[in-house]
């Protein structure tokens, strides 16, 4: 168990639609990431955010936003979805410096 | 920004082979390499980083090699096991990423299958 949680699990909608997945980070880890895993990109970065402000952004498309809140936990907003969007959405956190990510189980999006 | 690629995309072994995965990366800045195992349905998990001040790192049955003027580092797994079956990524920090430590670019992946 990597103390990172994700909700929820498995997520099916259908194109057009908007969901939101949630993240807590560790214990004590300020920072949040993002990554999509699809079969053909890959663990592809999306946005990191850390103690509540944006750090820095991947190749996020405009439909996709994220925020994180005073008690960190993070969330992930996906809109007017396509068929493409589907994939493993992984949220990690870490602590300072350089060193380990910690991943979550993922949330498992299909779009149809 | 940094580019990562990662060799063989699937390999098969023996139980008690070594397997070797091979990773180039494309930014000469870059300066920290992560290796991380994901098995089925779990996230992805560290076994072993190198720091780019470091030629080589061990950890009981695993290793990982860098050549830093080449631009490729290696992950090295001896006396493999049924349980080492899984997939594997290397990774490279992205040194454009500031203070996002976790900006990491991931290789494709490689499916390890260690036959009993």
């Known amino acids: 168990d990597s103390g990172v949680t994700q909700t929820p699990k498995h997520l099916i909608t259908a194109t057009g639609q908007r969901v939101t997945l949630r993240c807590s980070p560790r214990s004590g880890d300020l920072s949040v990431y993002w990554y999509q895993q699809s079969l053909d990109q890959g663990l592809q970065f999306l946005i990191h955010y850390y103690n509540g402000e944006e750090r820095a952004k991947g190749n996020i498309l405009e439909r996709f936003s994220a925020q994180q809140f005073p008690d960190l936990h993070s969330e992930l907003n996906l809109s007017s979805l396509e068929l493409g969007d589907s994939a493993l959405y992984f949220c990690?956190?870490?602590?300072?410096?350089?060193?380990?990510?910690?991943f979550g189980e993922g949330s498992r999006l299909t779009v149809l | 920004g940094e580019n990562v690629e990662q060799h063989p995309s699937t390999l098969s072994v023996q139980e008690g082979d070594s397997a070797v995965i091979k990773c180039t990366y494309s930014?000469?800045?870059?300066?920290?390499f992560p290796w991380y195992k994901q098995e089925l349905g779990k996230g992805p998990q560290l076994i072993i980083d190198i720091r780019s001040n470091v030629g080589e790192k061990k950890d009981q049955r695993i290793a990982v090699t860098l050549n830093k003027t080449a631009k490729h580092f290696s992950l090295h797994i001896t006396e493999t096991q049924p349980e080492d079956s899984a997939v594997y990524f290397c990774a490279a920090r992205d040194n454009a990423g500031g203070t996002s430590y976790g900006k990491l670019t991931f290789g494709q992946g490689t499916i390890l299958t260690v036959h009993p």
């Open positions: 930014d000469s800045a870059s300066n920290y």
């Open positions: 990690a956190s870490n602590g300072q410096g350089i060193g380990e990510l910690f």
